[in-house]
């Protein structure tokens, strides 16, 4: 294993559980919320265990080894069909939700929550960051919208007017540019035409 792929994981590791802790700031208690950050832990903690665990050999017949060794490539198996970090970001997403949080907590946990994904991404698939440089400009429109919708929800809300028209036809239009910049990736041309 590489300098890097370990930097990646430990990366990966590290920006789940930060996203646990930003989103319990400030706690709450009642049964959801724990039940939320139970989740989220679980989540993280399974995640990251099948990060650390991701290159241990599983061979492809197990009958005739013993009990304990099929127990714990059974084990192994289930911990890599499990979509852990998928289910922490839900959890973690409800763990936001159930407190009242100011937009700019909540948009800084939007970013965490993706780089999260794509350090988890990086580290299962063992490539290099580089390889995310074709996304750059859809990053960079993702980025634009959650800072425009955390700007939007740190404005008070008086009442429709010229502001809010405005912030709108801003959204609007950053909404269509991400949609030209994805367009591309997700609907590529034929190679005949």
């Known amino acids: 294993m590489t300098r890097r792929s370990v930097a990646i994981?430990?990366?990966a590791v590290l920006l789940g559980a930060g996203s646990v802790v930003w989103a319990t700031a400030p706690p709450v208690h009642h049964g959801p919320a724990s039940l939320a950050l139970v989740l989220a832990i679980c989540g993280v903690a399974g995640g990251a265990l099948r990060l650390i665990l991701a290159g241990v050999p599983v061979p492809e017949d197990s009958f005739l080894l013993r009990p304990p060794l099929r127990a714990w490539?059974?084990?192994l198996q289930t911990l890599r069909r499990v979509p852990w970090e998928e289910g922490a970001v839900f959890a973690i997403v409800w763990l936001e939700a159930l407190h009242k949080s100011r937009p700019?907590?909540?948009a800084v946990l939007?970013?965490?929550?993706?780089?999260y994904l794509l350090a988890t991404h990086l580290a299962e698939s063992g490539a290099s960051p580089a390889v995310l440089r074709p996304q750059v400009r859809v990053l960079?429109?993702?980025a634009g919208l959650l800072a425009l919708g955390a700007g939007a929800g740190m404005l008070p809300a008086t009442g429709p007017g010229a502001g809010s028209a405005l912030l709108r036809l801003v959204a609007a239009?950053?909404?269509?540019?991400?949609a030209?910049?994805?367009l591309p990736y997700v609907a590529p041309r034929d190679p005949g035409d």
Do not use: E, M, P, Q
């Open 173 to 178: 239009g950053a909404l269509i540019a991400a």
């Open 180 to 182: 030209g910049l994805v």
């Open 110 to 115: 939007g970013a965490a929550l993706i780089a």
């Open 104 to 106: 700019w907590h909540t």
């Open 73 to 75: 490539l059974g084990f």
């Open 9 to 11: 994981r430990a990366a």
């Open 140 to 142: 960079a429109v993702g």
